[in-house]
């Protein structure tokens, strides 16, 4: 009987969409995506969840400011995020947003189950909340919040509680005896730290004590210690041990509150209506009412669907992998534990967070303005690398491409768990020494030479080894070079066949991807150097019989090599990595995975005869112009004078067009005042456009030609709008520029000025500004 397959469910946080995604998101949605294919190429039963987070405050006062209905302005974003991981081939199985009818039967069968537990009470509450991060904080008021910097505001609400002060102990006993497993270290120490609570202030006493007496070093608290301490009740306060020897504090774990009353963006509290559900409960319950938790509720399905989705829950819950970024750990590591263990319902097995993206210095994210999108990596390393090489290529194939980049850059850059900066010379700078001088180049050198010098496939070489070991020198011999020490068959096999199952069982379960990859990377070397130092080009040339074994040795080695290499890599590179496979004549690589051909990993899986497919490039230099134009598609409209504290910009905004200030930002106003003299720096004119082009292979922007009358010259602006006008409706058009704007260069052109344009909605879709008047050419706006 086969055995079943057993389950793998991972999880990614699912998204706010008050802001666009950008790389950060894309980041943690990357990580899942190479675990996910990882798990399926193993045989597990795999099952892959993101989606977005949809309710709360926030999103409402988004919606508002953007001038539309909530579901809209969710509908949207969510729409922008689904579509971007389409582009990218991620490959969740299903995609949840909490604005879905069987979420909202989820949370509320949940909550019926708390309240039937006993986990929820109705009482009053005072605090400092942050908006912006949906939370209460435990600060005086006139705080700025801890976490954001943003003012915290003073509410009282009636609100339902949930008990968590009653799974403090129950939680750091799971999280200390690692039955809930959290990673890395730092992460799972501060949930920790947050769970004990402040003990030190209880042992200070004690302790000065016994540094006095010289029996202790200052600050070091021993678990003895403290039991001493507390033998000789010297300890103020009730502090406990927890079974594995630690103290904390008991009822440093308060209860929290579970629902609203000044908004009515979320799902209503049953039986409550005046209530909704508090944003992070309705968001954690995500986990398992994507996967069928509450069905018997959902009206919208027959009793078969429902039993289907009850057996979907009971065949995937708990899940093995909650995925997240480091900020929300407490959320996931506290919060979502005691919910579930009220509820009745077992743990997640992990919960590993990632660290920050970070870009010029700070953690990328909308409020500070400093993000890169996704798509401008696409657009430019599928439009400027793979298109220029593949003219013909697909806009899917190009994305594809553009991903795999992004993936290898993101898991070799940043050691997996810590914070790591971005920045577009990096990406290309790692693109060209990894994968085009490195893999790609390697994969293109070999295979061409066994396309050369095999025209009837691949032959298996006779052992003993016609090309023996250096590393093994008589006494007082030394190896003439690395290449020579490194350059025996043996050598190359073993460093290789090792390795699958150190990644299996050192690299891949504690996610190393960075030193995976290093490693990858090395033996991607050692096979360019052994076909550099036996030079196979020229065995090809000589009639000797020894060295056309030889020939043979080096070719199925150097493939073989790659064959095994291109298997580890392909949950990291999984377009790059399906044209290798079918340039080794090897097929289809996702089937490949399916069929259990990507694991157990051994040598000599290539056979005799085998032929290769037809030859292309893998990975298409970059030239380091190509920083440039991502900066470029980038960077915004200079803003206009933005008070600080303000949100900046939507990125999504091409350089050229100038849009009024998003107002979701800015309050019109009021924080943002500045004097007459300051708008008086601003030139803006009326102008005529004579000329509007596309740009070759810049999907969003447009060259334009203005008139300014005839005390001007005509000038070139480039504008973001191509996706929201066609050249021909702009001709004849009278609109608005900064005449005095310092030029710059985009694309090779330079952009002399830009035209003013409302943002609108949560594209920031541009609206050109116009006037119902004739008006003279050059007229100034006052
Ligand atoms: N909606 C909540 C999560 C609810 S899960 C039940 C949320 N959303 S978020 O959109 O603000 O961020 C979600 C995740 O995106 C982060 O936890 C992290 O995984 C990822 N990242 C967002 N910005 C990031 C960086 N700059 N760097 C790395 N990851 C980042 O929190």
């Known amino acids: 009987m086969p055995v079943p397959a057993k389950k793998f ?25 190479v675990i996910a294919r990882r798990h399926r190429l193993l045989g597990d039963d795999t099952f892959f969840l993101t989606g977005t987070d949809e309710h709360g405050q926030k999103v409402q006062r ?71 991060d949906e939370a209460f904080v435990d600060l005086p008021a006139g705080t700025p919040c801890p976490d954001c910097g943003r003012p915290l505001e003073t509410v009282t609400e009636e609100n339902y509680f949930f008990r968590l002060s009653d799974y403090q102990q129950p939680i750091i006993d799971l999280i200390e005896s690692g039955t809930l497993h959290i990673q890395p270290d730092t992460a799972k120490n501060e949930v920790l730290s947050f769970l004990r609570g402040p003990f030190t202030p209880f042992l200070d006493e004690f302790m000065a004590q016994r540094v006095k007496q010289g029996k202790e070093l200052p600050g070091v608290y021993s678990s003895e210690d403290i039991r001493a301490a507390l033998v000789a009740g010297r300890l103020t306060g009730d502090l406990r041990i927890s079974p594995k020897g630690f103290p904390y504090v ?12 000044t908004f009515d963006w979320g799902i209503p509290v049953p039986g409550n209506p005046k209530h909704v559900v508090y944003v ?35 065949r995937y819950w708990p899940a093995d992998l909650h995925l997240v970024g480091k900020e ?9 534990p005691a919910i579930l263990l009220a509820a ?26 400093n993000i890169v999108r996704t798509e401008t990596i696409l657009d430019a390393f599928g439009d400027e690398v793979y298109g ?36 577009f010379d990096a990406l290309i700078t790692r693109y060209n020494a990894d994968l085009a001088n490195g893999y790609g180049n390697l994969v293109s050198r070999t295979l061409k030479l066994v396309e050369q010098n095999l025209p009837n496939g691949l032959e298996i070489p006779q052992t003993p080894w016609l090309c023996p070991d250096r590393n093994v020198f008589r006494e007082g011999e030394e190896p003439k070079s690395k290449e020579e020490a490194r350059s025996g068959t043996h050598f190359i096999i073993s460093s290789i066949k090792e390795f699958p199952q150190f990644c299996d069982e050192i690299l891949w379960p504690d996610h190393k991807y960075q030193i995976a990859l290093g490693e990858m990377a090395l033996r991607v070397s050692f096979i360019d150097s052994y076909l550099s130092f036996h030079k196979p ?29 291109t298997a580890l890599l392909y949950p990291i590179l999984p377009y790059a990595t399906a044209s290798v496979w079918r340039q080794l004549g090897l097929g289809d690589i996702e089937e490949a995975a399916r069929n259990g051909e990507l694991k157990d990993l051994k040598w000599g899986g290539l056979k005799p005869g085998t032929k290769l497919g037809p030859l292309a490039p893998i990975f298409p230099r970059a030239d380091k112009g190509l920083a440039q134009i991502m900066t470029d598609m980038e960077s915004p409209t200079p803003a206009p004078a933005e008070a600080p504290s303000t949100e900046p910009r939507t990125s999504n905004l091409e350089p050229g067009t100038s849009t009024a200030p998003q107002p979701s930002n800015l309050e019109p106003g009021t924080s943002n005042l500045i004097s007459i003299d300051d708008f008086a720096k601003v030139d803006l004119r009326v102008a005529q456009i004579v000329v509007a082009e596309r740009i070759p292979k810049a999907d969003k922007l447009l060259r334009l030609e203005v008139d300014l009358g005839p005390n001007f010259p005509r000038r070139q602006i480039l504008a973001g709008i191509a996706e929201h006008y066609t050249p021909e409706s702009l001709i004849g058009r009278k609109v608005v520029i900064v005449a005095n704007l310092a030029p710059r260069k985009m694309r090779g052109l330079e952009s002399q000025g830009m035209v003013v344009a409302a943002s609108i909605g949560p594209a920031g879709a541009p609206v050109l500004a116009g006037f119902l008047e004739d008006v003279e050419l050059g007229a100034r706006l006052k």
């Open 62 to 132: 988004s919606a508002a400011a953007a001038g539309i209905p909530p579901q809209q302005f969710t509908d949207e974003v969510s729409a922008s995020f689904r579509n971007l991981w389409k582009r990218m081939g991620i490959t969740n199985d299903d995609y949840i947003r909490t604005t879905e009818a069987r979420h909202h039967r989820g949370v509320q069968h949940l909550w019926r189950e708390l309240e039937a537990r006993g986990a929820i009470y109705l009482s009053s509450y005072t605090g400092q909340y942050c908006v912006s």
């Open 9 to 33: 469910y991972l999880t990614t946080p699912i998204y706010y969409v008050n802001a666009r995604p950008h790389i950060g998101h894309a980041y943690t949605t990357i990580a899942a995506d």
């Open 388 to 423: 220029k090489q593949f003219p013909d290529s697909t806009k899917a194939d190009r994305d594809l491409f553009a991903a795999d980049v992004l993936r290898y850059f993101l898991l070799r850059e940043i050691p997996f768990g810590q914070d790591g900066t971005f920045s």
């Open 537 to 565: 080009w020229l065995l090809a040339k000589s009639k000797d019989p020894i060295d056309r074994a030889k020939l043979v040795e080096v070719l199925y080695t150097a493939t073989e090599g790659i064959r095994i290499l």
């Open 250 to 261: 008991p009822g440093a774990l308060k209860d929290l509150s579970i629902s609203r009353t």
């Open 328 to 336: 929300i750990t407490r959320f996931h590591c506290v919060y979502w």
């Open 280 to 314: 992070w409960l309705d968001a954690l319950a995500n986990y398992v009412t994507a996967i069928g938790y509450g069905a018997e509720d959902r009206d919208d399905l027959t009793a078969e669907q429902k039993l289907d989705e009850q057996a979907k829950f009971a």
């Open 344 to 369: 009745g319902l077992p743990l997640p097995k992990s919960i590993v967070a990632n660290g920050w993206l970070l870009f010029e210095e700070s953690k990328m994210s909308k409020s500070r303005g």
